[in-house]
């Protein structure tokens, strides 16, 4: 389906306004595709068509208006349970244990998975702590999955699961410990699901959180944005994360040449760290 190129900016200007995304001319042949639910559930036939009803009072009660739905449609929610396993084991083998060291006085670790989609790295991320009780007995661990779409955040507050999708990084073993099967699909078991809280938030805005977070997630999202928007979202990154925490980056995503606030960690594949803990301690006291 051919797409008017007045049509595609008017598009394109909708997404990177609201989650600061880039729609790139090579991205231009997927529009009408990603569109399809949204013209069915309209009645509508072409691109041309929904850009025009745009600006009209379309709103259901309990549902995005048009232009969130065209947004969500158009975001990329690709995600499974333990994506990139050699990155993610990083986390219980050595990540972790190292914040337990850090936070030893406090007991508490503040976890925050920024773009998490559909919420399968959140949960990845709670079975790890569910898995071992004896260690994370009197501690507070606090995990935290933002998305800009609403329609993913409801998804991952259900942790609701269809069977192609339990089986996407997951273990029988796994599955069998930390879910439950019901009529609607393989739900994460409560006392898993406890370590976390979901909310609609785009990386592009203030923290989420007072509170600094001791490791961030933020994998394959920064791909989309352009250098000068992705600057901006390292520097909320920045604000956000504790001094001496860790942020976590997708296989293919870097911040070299990207910012001046993150260094990749030395041993550590995809983790940087905040420049201040390499700053000279002169520095870091006068700033």
Known sequence: MDVSQASYQIIADLLESRTGQHLTE????????????????HGISNVDQLVCLL?????????????????????????????DRPTFDQLPDDILPDLARKRAASKTISIWCAGCSTGQEVHSIAMMFADAPERWRDWTIEILGTDVSHRAINAARNGVYSQFEVQRGLGVAQMIRHFDETSQGWQVREATRSFSRFQQHNILSEPPSRQKFDLILCRNVLLYFDQST?????SRLHLALAH??????????TVVGQTRSFVPSTRRASIYESVRTHAPAALRASS
Do not use: C, H, I
């Not at 090579?26 to 559930?41: I, N």
């Open 26 to 41: 090579s991205r231009k042949w997927r529009v009408a595709t990603a569109l399809s639910g949204v013209f069915r559930e």
């Open 230 to 234: 992705r600057e901006r979202a390292f």
């Open 244 to 253: 001496d925490g860790y942020l976590m980056l997708g296989a293919g995503e």
């Open 55 to 83: 600006d009209l009072p379309m709103r259901t009660p309990g549902k995005p208006d048009l232009s969130q739905q065209v947004v969500e449609a158009l975001l990329n929610n690709e995600t499974y349970f333990f994506r």
